[in-house]
């Protein structure tokens, strides 16, 4: 391809909107544009780079022997009532009327509609198993689309579903993809974490998300410096400490703290460690069904911990999303204001992490304003007269840096990360509820198992760029380089051996295969900006011939993961031509 015959659309300037380094450079190098809220169009260099990944997700599930499919973008309404996400979905879901007033939706995911295939199309356990997949665009209306195609309305998906006559079936299915997703990243050369994920209401089946580490990422993840233990840090598991509190009893007391309603002012008054103390949290309960009833759940963790919002609120009588109490509903229940709060003489419903259960002599609130306990302990009647207690003890904390990791092996470290994928075990979720069902081998009707494995292929391009580049640009790893190769004319108007050199170059680049760029722009853009382009662009080998090189027989060779430049021969440069071909 020659630059002068190609859209490029660089730019210096750093677009005012964009928050994060791939959404800047994206736009800086040209291979996006906006066109109104997290919608984007693919110029020609970023849909170069869009195809390579494409292909490489392509290729990588037709080896697992997965088939590839397209099913529409539109889909009727009815789909979605018998799984009832019509209803349970929000906003996100963009729903709108045919001429005939019938309900529609864009899809922002496909298990409805691959069910609905498949119940019709698959009958017997010959048929099985089978995993089914797309590329594809995908719509969420987000409520804050942001970072580009990172957090973007419309984006392409790979989506695959596979389909199971047994739960075994369905565990070495699920683990080929896991695999597969794994040689996906690491043919970008990414460092990544597969962490436990949530899987959510759906139920306890296995779920994992991908994530590129990066700092701009969205989720914060935990893992083990020793195991492969990893996980979203919503869901990662808190061990209690090796060596339990081993103090021993001492009398409790009340003490006197006017004005003292935070953790950190008791600890200074009384010049004690904020884990020595325990933190009360009221929030609000629900019945069976998970609808709010009016009741109140206790909540205790050690003071030096924070409460996991999504472990405490999947408790089965707390209320989902955890809604803290109020001030003023903490006051007319207890008479104190929250900074008061304690779990001795509390008579509503406790639950106590377990690092906050296991402590001995804590200080805690003592349910009157302006007093705490001070030697409290679980099993001791407290001298304010209650019985102190707790309902049971639940793991409700967020884990922290350095905690013991819940295998046992090493401690947990944190970082950001962006999730690429997610991979999900949905058991029967979708084949009950529309029936989907095969016979097996004795002719007996078996509801089908089902797993599905999303890529966001547009997201994976952003991750990748916020993972590698610097000062200058974007530093592609060679398989998604929109090219592999440019040959930068210097001086092309003065020296037709410029022009001769680097067409010899160019052609034989092109007849290996190469994907090479030649940058023929003529004397109107300066070797500066050619130069600045390629590194903005981010092609990862790059030769500069100008009438300067020839006379001297060495052309300057740059290679762009290192930024490190070489003087080479003719020859050595043709060498190197095979050798980029030989590496493709
Ligand atoms: P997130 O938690 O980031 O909103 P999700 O869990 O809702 O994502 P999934 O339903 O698991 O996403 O979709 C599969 C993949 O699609 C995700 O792992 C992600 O890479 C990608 N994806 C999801 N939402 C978006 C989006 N708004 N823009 C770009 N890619 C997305
Ligand atoms: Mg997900």
Redesign the pocket.
């Known amino acids: 391809m020659r630059t002068s015959k190609y859209l490029i659309t660089t730019s210096k300037e750093t677009p005012s909107d964009a928050e994060t380094a791939s959404h800047q450079l994206m736009l800086r190098a040209g291979l996006i544009r906006k066109l109104a809220s997290g919608l984007y169009t693919w110029l020609p260099l970023g849909h170069r780079t869009l195809q390579k990944l494409t292909e490489i997700i392509r290729q990588s599930m037709n080896e697992t022997g997965a088939l590839e499919l397209l099913m529409p973008v539109v889909q009727p309404s009815q789909l979605w009532r018998e799984t009832d996400r019509w209803t349970m979905m929000g906003p996100e879901l963009l729903r709108f009327k045919d001429r005939n007033s019938r309900d529609f939706c864009l899809g922002p995911?496909h298990e409805e509609v691959i069910t609905d295939l498949v119940r019709d199309e698959i009958n017997s356990h010959r048929q099985l198993p089978t995993t089914l997949y797309q590329i594809q665009t995908k719509f969420?209306d987000?409520i804050r689309p942001r970072f580009g195609?990172?957090?973007?309305?419309e984006?392409i998906?790979k989506d695959a579903y596979s389909f199971h006559l047994d739960q075994n079936c369905l565990d070495q299915t699920y683990d080929v993809m896991k695999q597969t997703y794994s040689s996906i990243l690491n043919q970008l050369q990414l460092d990544y974490r597969i962490v436990d994920a949530d899987s959510g209401n759906i139920g306890g089946n296995a779920s994992h998300?991908f994530h590129v580490l990066a700092d701009s990422g969205?989720d914060e993840i935990v893992f083990s410096n020793k195991s492969d233990y990893a996980a979203n840090v919503e869901l990662a598991i808190g061990t209690i400490p090796q060596s339990p509190d081993a103090e021993s009893q001492r009398p409790s007391e009340i003490i006197e703290t006017p004005a003292i309603t935070t953790i950190k002012d008791l600890c200074s008054h009384l010049s004690i460690e904020p884990s020595r103390c325990v933190k009360t949290v009221i929030v609000q309960g629900c019945d069976q069904e998970g609808i709010r009833n009016g009741s109140l759940i206790t909540l205790v963790i050690r003071g030096d911990q924070t409460i996991n919002e999504i472990k405490a609120e999947k408790l089965k009588d707390v209320a989902a999303p955890l809604t803290r109490a109020t001030e003023n509903e903490i006051t007319s229940v207890f008479g104190c204001v929250p900074g008061y709060l304690g779990p001795l003489g509390n008579d509503i419903k406790i639950y106590a992490d377990p690092t906050a259960a296991e402590l001995t002599n804590f200080t805690c609130g003592a349910n009157i304003a302006d007093k705490h306990i001070k030697n409290a302990n679980w099993d001791v009647p407290s001298i304010n007269g209650s019985e102190p207690h707790y309902d049971d003890v639940f793991d409700i904390r967020k884990v922290r840096e350095g905690d013991l990791s819940p295998d046992g092996e090493g401690t947990l470290s944190k970082q950001r990360g962006i999730?690429?994928?997610?991979i999900f075990q949905l058991g029967k979720k979708y084949s009950a509820s529309m029936n989907a069902t095969a016979l097996d081998t004795t002719g007996k009707g078996i509801v089908l198992s089902m797993g599905c494995y999303?890529?966001?292929v547009?997201?994976l391009i952003a991750a990748c760029i916020e993972q590698k580049h610097d000062e200058y640009g974007i530093i592609w790893p060679k398989s998604i380089a929109p090219f592999l190769l440019v040959i930068i004319q210097v001086d092309g108007h003065k020296s037709e051996q410029v022009i001769e050199i680097s067409e010899k170059l160019y052609n034989s680049a092109k007849d290996l295969g190469v994907d090479v760029l030649l940058d023929d722009r003529d004397k109107k853009t300066s070797p500066g900006v050619k130069f600045a382009d390629s590194e903005l662009i981010g092609i990862p080998h790059r030769f500069v011939v100008s009438p300067k090189a020839i006379a001297d027989g060495f052309l300057e060779y740059k290679k762009r993961s290192t930024n490190e430049k070489t003087l080479k021969s003719i020859t050595e440069c043709l060498q190197l031509i095979n050798e980029i071909a030989e590496q493709k």
């Open positions: 995911t969420r987000e195609v990172m957090r973007s309305r984006f998906m998300e969205e999730e690429v994928g997610h999303g890529i966001g547009t997201r």
